[in-house]
């Protein structure tokens, strides 16, 4: 697996220089990036004059429209979070680029707002940011449940009202997707998608949330209040008859893109700080008691058999995934399992490195909170653990 990895990341330089020499420019300034980002909860203004924005613009979009060669597979997407996610995992979530409104986008769109939305980011001088909205106050878990209305005005616009909250990068988005319910009665059914840029009468945001973890990603509040969409601003638009589409599909297309590369990068932020325990403990920083190095040698070793475990998952989901299979219980258990293992590991490094665990800013510090947030968001643990326990019901009852 390491040797086609390495052939894998050999081929992407090749063909994409470009992208990837933006993205070493990005991991050479991130241990900076990611302590300013998480004592301030942004990103530097400035990094856009050393990191090109460009490049980021077009990551975790389709080839077909102009998209990265760098991320134009999961499989490359997986190794390429992997790599950053080896120095910091949190900074990646806030980066620019159309992030998780790509699937929803991708899958729902008509060929023309397709083009339309995915050249915006391609022509932008600067950062472009895309947001994805459809947890809302009442609880995320259960997206079917959306209280978020959009009512076909006699004109034939729609028009928005309610709120969603914990939105990344949902303050400095361009353009968001958002999720809301022509009639809350038809659970699923009754979901679409709307494309909504930023400055739209009736589209505001609330607050950015002070966060525990993940502070550079800036999750927003946003409401709509009376806010006009374009007819053609639905995604999926076709007319009288409305989308051909189911438009909570389209979510959960953003899920199945997002799962792997999200495990990955966790699963590179766990390799990334066993490295840096194992740095801590050949410094001399957990004492020279003779059993206490002995018992955190062996769970490091623990650790970094687990952490390989998970790669497996989270790249056997993504190679599953470029082959066009369903992968949605495959995404899941390699994103449950590799944060379940994050926060295990956080909290291993808490009590074999406890000054480390103690100092606000430090790695081990930042990691124990940022663990927790890779739990919850696109689906906390316990939802991916329901939903690996009723496929295996339903296996079993057939
Ligand atoms: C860093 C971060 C980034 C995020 N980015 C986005 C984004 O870009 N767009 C977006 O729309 N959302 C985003 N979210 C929101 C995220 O998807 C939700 O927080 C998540 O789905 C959980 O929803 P909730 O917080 O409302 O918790 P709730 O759904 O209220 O759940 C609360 C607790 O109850 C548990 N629970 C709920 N239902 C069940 C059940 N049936 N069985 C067992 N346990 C259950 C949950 O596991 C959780 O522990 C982000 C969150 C974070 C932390």
Redesign the pocket.
Known sequence: MRTELQALARRVRHEDPQGWQAVEALVAELPEIARRGDARGDLDADLWDRVPAGVFNRINMPPAYGGAALTATALRRAMVFEHVGRVCPAVP?GLPGPG?STPPVDALGTPAQKQAYFDAFIASPGPRWG?????EPQ????ATAMRTVARRSPDGDYVLDGQ?C???SGARADAVVVFATLDPAKGRFGVRAFWVDKGTPGFHVDRCEDMLG?RA?Q?AALSFTGCRVPAERMLGHTGARGPLIDAFAGAQSAWDYMRPALAAGINGACLGLLEHAGDLLAQGEAGTDPRRLAAIRAGLDEFGARVEAARLLALRAAWRFDRGERISPDASMAKAHSSTLAMALALRLAAWFPERAARRGERIERFCRDAK?FD?????G??QR?MLARAAEARTAH
Not at 131 to 135: E, L, Q, R, V
Not at 376 to 380: P, R, S
């Open positions: 979530i998780l947001a994805f909205a459809i947890t609880g995320g878990s259960d969603k914990f939105i990344s993940l990603s999750l947030g919850i968001l696109e689906g906390t316990d939802m329901l």
